[in-house]
């Protein structure tokens, strides 16, 4: 399994956009890059998922460079409900089976 | 509505006692994993399951065990719970599909207080 690093937190405002990136150096041709999201007290949930350039849904892109050893998350206009955890997972999915390791995430603080 | 549920949302149980942390998912996955998950530390992989009766240790499968009779129940044992194992335990499920999205769908935890 691919080894990801992130940065531990960030700090940013309302409205403004945030994006936290992911190290991936050894990530598999295989491979695909998920990101999930974890309020207090919830279980994570999946927010985006790509394997190369860029992939745009109603809550976040998600860009991958050509080589794919890192990948960023973007959040558009954050707001005060987007303060949580954020983690960067990296699998092959085309084995029909995927064992998933979290990391201890980034830790976004949104303020007024 | 996809879900996967955790039998108790908060436990408290002595040091020394057998506790079992039950999950369900009515998604017919065939995949399954328990965490816990502790300040500072992120989602610790214990054990997780890809078919019925089989298992997998994760990252720190000591002083857990598991079970999984059916495909859509997997329990977390306790075998004699010790103070170190008060924690948010989180159960996931995810399919097998080739080529799925691998999104994993989690249970709303359970805060598990050994005293």
């Known amino acids: ?112 | 509505d996809v879900k996967v549920t955790q039998s108790s949302r908060y436990l408290v149980k002595r040091t020394g006692e057998k506790v079992f942390l039950e999950c369900v998912q009515d998604m017919d996955h065939e995949n399954m994993f328990w965490y816990r998950q502790d300040p500072g530390l992120g989602l610790r992989l214990i054990y997780f399951s890809y078919d019925v009766k089989m298992k997998e240790k994760g990252d720190i499968p000591e002083g857990y065990s598991v079970s999984r009779e059916k495909k859509e129940r997997f329990s977390l044992i306790l075998e004699s719970a010790s103070t170190n194992q008060t924690s948010m335990y989180l159960c996931a499920s995810t399919t097998s599909l080739r080529g799925a999205r691998t999104e994993a769908f989690f249970g709303q935890g359970t805060r598990l207080t050994v005293v």
């Open chain 1, 1 to 112: 399994l691919a080894k990801t690093t992130q940065p531990i937190s960030m700090d940013s405002y309302e409205g403004q956009e945030v994006n936290i990136t992911c190290s991936h150096n050894n990530i598999a041709t295989n491979d695909y890059i998920t990101w999930y999201q974890q309020f207090p007290s919830q279980g994570p949930r999946f927010i985006i998922q790509g394997y190369k350039t860029k992939v745009t849904n109603e809550v976040a892109s998600l860009f991958i460079p050509a080589d794919r050893k890192s990948s960023t998350l973007s959040l558009p206009r954050v707001s005060l409900s987007d303060t949580a955890v954020y983690y960067c997972l990296v699998g092959d999915l085309n084995t029909g089976f995927q064992k998933l390791v979290f990391g201890t995430g980034t830790r976004l603080l949104v303020s007024p």
